[in-house]
């Protein structure tokens, strides 16, 4: 695991229907969140598309070792995969 000094998570292999509010309540349980962005929005889906990719920023860095333990958690019909991000930034 990574040491305490990123705030910010990737998650992967998300359903193409799942949204933002989803994904806050999912990993809002965790811990406070200071941001979450959740790509491609829905206004960059002009074609389908396959799956999604999540970032939280939590306000602790101690919620991300907790976070990754959501690995392998399915949700709607996949299983998630949760990563520290080492720039501590969620990208745009």
């Keep these: 695991m990574v040491s305490g000094s990123t705030r910010v998570i990737q998650v992967t292999n998300i359903a193409p229907q799942a949204t933002k509010d989803q994904m806050q309540t999912l990993f809002g349980y965790l811990g406070k969140i200071d941001d979450i962005r959740l790509y491609p929005t829905i206004r960059d889906v002009s074609c389908p598309v396959q ?23 399915v949700f709607i019909d996949r299983a998630l995969i949760v990563i520290p991000m080492q720039s501590g930034e969620i990208p745009d």
């Excluded at 799956?51 to 958690?73: E, F």
């Design 51 to 73: 799956s999604r990719i999540c970032y939280v920023k939590y306000y602790d860095s101690a919620t991300v070792n907790v976070a990754q333990h959501m690995t392998n958690t």
